[in-house]
């Protein structure tokens, strides 16, 4: 056995060896491992505004305003990955914290039996919304915001709420909301 036989088995283990590589690498499921930017915060939000209005206007249009509502919560929310720290702005009670997709629906468009005492805060006639942040801290895979989401009626009636979002990236590289804390600004009874 002279050197070209071992040459040939030296390139045919190369060989065989880049194929396990390639074959391995071309098969291996994508990872996200990215970091969310202030872009995707802002964007998000941007987002969770046009479906507020969205929800209404498929309502106001005779359209499965519910379908759309659930739809829009299965693509902004976490919640086919866990539970969301859902405290909407004019919940009490036992109600007041949503940790599941049905009390979030419920809260977004009403008629369910668990939730009662919700009417449909998404059907309240919104012809606008603007999401204010007034501050963003980035943390890799997750993000925190805190500022003022501004409603206008169909009357150009102006409502604003407090909002503090959490985000996180899921498995395909999509930002999810994790936190939704919303309350009416604090009003002093004095004055």
């Not at 045919?12 to 990215?34: E, G, K, P, Y």
């Amino acid at each position: 056995m002279g050197k070209s036989f071992f040459n040939v088995v030296k390139t045919l283990f190369v060989v065989i060896a880049m194929f396990f590589v390639v074959a391995a690498t071309s098969s291996a499921q994508t990872v996200s491992n990215f970091n969310i930017t202030e872009k995707m915060v802002i964007d998000a939000q941007k987002g969770w505004c046009n479906a507020l209005v969205q929800i209404n206007e498929t309502k106001e249009k005779g359209g499965d305003y519910k379908k759309v509502a659930s739809d829009i919560i299965d693509a902004a929310y976490n919640y086919q990955n866990g539970i969301v720290l859902f405290k909407p702005t004019l919940t009490t009670g036992a109600q007041t914290f949503r940790m599941d997709k049905e009390g979030a629906l419920a809260y977004f468009v009403g008629g369910s039996l668990k939730y009662k005492d919700d009417s449909g805060f998404a059907l309240k006639g919104w012809k606008k919304c603007e999401s204010k942040p007034k501050g963003i801290i980035l943390m890799g895979e997750t993000a925190i915001s805190m500022g003022n989401v501004h409603m206008w009626d169909k009357d150009g009636k102006e409502t604003i709420v407090d909002k503090t979002w959490g985000y996180r990236l899921d498995e395909k590289g999509n930002l999810r909301i994790i936190l939704h804390h919303s309350s009416l600004p604090y009003s002093s009874a004095k004055k």
